[in-house]
C-alpha cells in the first residue's frame, strides 16, 4: 500500500554538488510528476512524464533534468546545485493525464 | 497566465465553527479544480474534485462549490474539529493542450482549530 514514495526524505548539499531525487509508484500508473513548494507558494510544476518514454518541461525546469527510468519510476536531478534550488520536492502520479493525482510525501532539499 | 490566489492565508478557530475556504483564479477556462489536504511534513491529499461542468462536491463534512463565471471557488467544512488542522490547497487544471496536463496551485490556507 505504499504508492508513491520518495527517497532520500531530506538532504542537505553543498552549491555546486550534484544530487538525483528518486520517486517510485507502485499503482501502475502512465503519468508522473515533480513539483517544488517554496513557503508562501503553491506548488510549481518541474517536469512531468505523460507515459513511459516522454518527458516535459513544466514552469520551472531550469537546473533540472528528469529521467523517466521505467513506468514505476521517475528521477530528478540537480546537476550543480544552488541556495535557490533549497525547497521540498514532491513527485506524484496519476492513471493518466488529467486524473487526479497522487502525491509522496517530499524530500525536503537544503543547499548551502 | 492562470493565477491561483487563496484568501486567508491562515485561519484559527475554535472547535465546532463552520468556515470557508477561498480560492479564486484569473482564466476561467479550466477543465477542472481540486481541493487538496497537507499535513505537516507530509504530502497532499486530494479531498474534493470539481469538473468544469459541476457545481458542488460533497464528502461527508465537506462540501465545495465553483462558480466558473466568477473564477471562484470555495471549500465549507462544517463542525470544525482540531483534526482538521493543516493546510488547504487549491488547484485548477487548464483546458487545452499542454495546459491540460498541469495543476496550478494556489498557496495554500493554514488552518488551525482548538480545542
Known amino acids: 500500500n505504499a504508492g508513491v514514495t520518495q527517497t532520500p526524505k531530506f538532504q542537505v548539499l553543498k552549491t555546486g554538488q550534484s544530487m538525483t531525487l528518486q520517486c517510485a509508484q507502485d499503482m501502475n500508473h502512465n503519468s508522473m510528476y515533480w513539483y517544488r513548494q517554496d513557503p508562501g507558494m503553491g506548488l510549481r510544476l518541474i517536469y512531468y512524464s505523460a507515459s513511459e518514454g516522454t518527458t516535459d518541461k513544466g514552469e520551472v525546469p531550469n537546473g533540472y533534468n528528469v529521467s523517466r527510468l521505467n513506468k514505476r519510476e521517475f528521477s530528478l536531478r540537480l546537476e550543480s546545485a544552488a541556495p535557490s534550488q533549497t525547497s521540498v520536492y514532491f513527485c506524484?502520479?496519476?492513471?493518466?493525464?488529467?486524473?487526479?493525482?497522487?502525491f509522496g510525501d517530499g524530500t525536503r532539499l537544503s543547499i548551502l | 497566465k492562470q493565477e491561483v490566489t487563496q484568501i486567508p492565508a491562515a485561519l484559527s478557530v475554535p472547535e465546532g465553527e463552520n468556515l470557508v475556504l477561498n480560492c479564486s483564479f484569473t482564466?476561467?477556462?479550466?477543465?477542472?479544480l481540486q481541493w487538496f489536504r497537507q499535513d505537516p511534513g507530509k504530502g497532499l491529499t486530494s479531498l474534493l474534485l470539481i469538473q468544469s461542468s459541476q457545481r458542488e462536491q460533497t464528502s461527508g463534512r465537506l462540501n465545495a462549490s465553483l462558480d466558473k463565471s466568477s473564477g471562484r471557488s470555495t471549500l465549507y467544512i462544517a463542525a470544525s474539529q482540531p483534526g482538521d488542522s493543516a493546510t488547504y490547497l487549491c488547484?485548477?487544471?487548464?483546458?487545452?493542450?499542454?495546459?491540460?496536463?498541469?495543476?496550478?496551485f494556489g498557496a495554500g490556507t493554514r488552518l488551525a482549530v482548538h480545542p
Open positions: 506524484a502520479s496519476s492513471e493518466t493525464v488529467g486524473q487526479p493525482q497522487h
Open positions: 482564466d476561467s477556462a479550466i477543465y477542472n
Open positions: 488547484a485548477v487544471r487548464l483546458r487545452g493542450s499542454g495546459g491540460y496536463n498541469k495543476l496550478i
